[in-house]
């Protein structure tokens, strides 16, 4: 009998999944997804828009978001083995030093700064390194933007002239904001995403300790007096199977399902539970709530000449705290820019009639909060996103900058006249046009008070034995950046609690 077993290989799972196995223990990874070794699509680094929307993606409906003109917003999520991590844009972003304070803040002793930063030194090999703060000692390959196309010189000076640090800036360094640099990418060697399936799983997927039951969705986790016995799993054929183990059950399927899954098992807000007909086993209140998520919103140029089309999404990125009152001093922008329009976009982007530029502002600390919960016959996701106004505001600053930005001494020599937005209407612009950059985290947070969070500082499910939370669901707060990260530093400190508890 396996002594864990794991729900969700993406990526927090796939961390775990092999601290697991390379400590000897026997390991079931069930996933709902395919198991695919190769793949363009996921591969090469421009093949993964293709696969929104396929087979490989959850792809989330929200119910109409009011504050977003009542648009629909699909939350596009990994199904695959390798999850959100195999089909991501691969930009490697640490996130700010606040971040991993608010983690230690709410989890504890076991979340100290030290352990979070060992955590950290197991993921990171930073190959143009080395640099002060970078680590050159983890496992997955991390690379300056390696495409001239998507790099721009101009943009950095741009940031120089109006006021932001710019040489040999490094955001994964001591200090992430009030400075341009280029983006950095979990990128290997031969110019492929390294994904934690690459770096974590392939090579173990022969090793006897570990079995992955793919293409198989966890219907529900069962319990025996408040202890966690088991899965039940309808497999690939449509049958249903009963899967018990000797140690543990760790959901790992990600911020959007670990909840949905936690309440369809009878753990969850009994009001919730109850509207959806499932028997209330354990109350757990926070369970699905406390859903935050980035929002990306375009800002256009034109360009004054054609500029050859950037393989990857994005090359460049600026971090500005616009409203020098972010709680923990990280940056509540974080700018993308790319010289010209992404090849892997083209097949998605209306025909346009000029070549432009695309400045991609991120709004990285977002005040807005909302839910997921499993209604007894859908996934009622419901981000309220932009409900709190102060997020529209940082958005209407962010698109002040770019305007400065095009303007000033550098990227002037590229840009034209603004296209988008319109000069004015800045407001119904950014409702109709702002959208997921697909960060979805905290909706199982961990914390010491069960009535406000989920996991207990092992990522343990409060009152429940044998049961715990690991991805980016148990995050209390999103990131100031990019939080795939964050997603691995959870795997690989759920690990090193995990083996050394009992
Ligand atoms: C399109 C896209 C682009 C992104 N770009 C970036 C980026 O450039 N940089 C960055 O830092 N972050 C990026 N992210 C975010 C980052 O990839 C995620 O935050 C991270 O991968 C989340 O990891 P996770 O382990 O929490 O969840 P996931 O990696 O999503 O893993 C969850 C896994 O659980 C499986 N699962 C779910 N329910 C069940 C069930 N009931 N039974 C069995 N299996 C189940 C899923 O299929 C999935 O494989 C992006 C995400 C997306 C989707």
């Not at 961990?446 to 343990?460: A, E, F, R, Y």
Request: aromatic share 6%.
């Amino acid at each position: 009998m396996h002594d864990y077993i794991i729900v969700g290989a993406g990526s927090s799972g796939s961390v775990l999944a092999r601290r697991f196995v390379d400590a000897g223990k026997k390991v079931l990874l069930i996933e709902a997804g395919h198991l695919v070794k190769e793949t363009a699509n996921i591969d090469k680094i421009g093949g993964f828009p293709n696969l929104w929307g396929s087979k490989y993606d959850w792809n989330y409906e929200t119910i109409p978001q009011k504050d977003l003109s009542n648009r629909v917003i699909n939350i596009n999520q990994g199904k695959v083995v390798g999850g959100s991590g195999s089909i991501n844009a691969m930009m490697f972003v640490r996130g700010h030093k606040s971040n991993y304070e608010q983690l230690s803040e709410k989890g504890g002793e076991l979340w100290s700064m030290s352990n979070l930063n060992k955590a950290l030194s197991k993921i990171e090999n930073y190959i143009d390194g080395p640099k002060e703060g970078r680590f050159q000692t983890g496992i997955i390959q991390v690379r300056n933007c390696p495409d001239p196309t998507s790099y721009c010189p101009e943009f950095q000076q741009s940031a120089k002239d109006i006021g932001y640090k710019s040489d040999d800036w490094d955001y994964n360094g001591p200090i992430q904001d009030s400075g341009a640099g280029p983006l950095q990418f979990n990128i290997d060697e031969n110019g492929d995403r390294h994904s934690p399936f690459k770096a974590y799983l392939k090579e173990i997927l022969d090793n006897k300790n570990l079995e992955i039951i793919s293409n198989a969705q966890v219907k529900r986790i069962t319990l025996h007096n408040n202890v966690a016995n088991g899965v039940e799993v309808e497999l690939a054929d449509g049958s249903l199977k009963k899967i018990t183990c000797n140690k543990k059950i760790i959901i790992s399927a990600g911020a959007l399902g670990s909840p949905i899954l936690l309440e369809k098992s009878g753990i969850g807000d009994p009001k919730i539970l109850k509207n959806a007909n499932i028997n209330i086993k354990v109350e757990a209140p926070s369970v699905g709530k406390n859903l935050m998520d980035h929002l990306q919103l375009p800002v256009l140029f034109k360009l004054k000449k054609q500029l050859p089309n950037p393989k990857l999404l994005t090359g460049n990125v600026l971090f500005a705290d616009l409203n020098n009152n972010s709680p923990y001093g990280a940056p509540d922008i974080q700018l993308n820019f790319t010289p010209a329009a992404p090849q892997p976009l083209q097949r998605l982007l209306p025909p346009l009639e000029f070549p432009v530029m695309i400045f991609l502002p991120i709004l990285v600390q977002p005040q807005s909060v909302g839910s997921v919960h499993w209604d007894g016959e859908r996934i009622k996701l419901d981000p309220q996103y932009l409900s709190n106004q102060n997020d529209i505001e940082t958005l209407k600053k962010a698109i002040d900058l770019c305007i400065k930005l095009a303007n000033a001494n550098g990227l002037n020599q590229l840009a034209s006249d603004a296209l988008l937005p319109p000069k004015e209407g800045h407001e119904d612009y950014i409702k109709e046009n702002v959208t997921t950059i697909w960060h979805p985290v905290g909706t199982c947070r961990i914390g010491g008070n069960p009535m406000d969070s989920v996991v207990n500082q092992k990522l343990q499910v409060h009152g429940v034995e044998n049961l715990h939370v690991v991805d980016s669901s148990v995050t209390p707060y999103v990131t100031g950046g990019n939080n795939h990260v964050l997603a691995l530093v959870v795997g690989e400190m759920a690990a090193d609690i995990l083996l050394n508890s009992a």
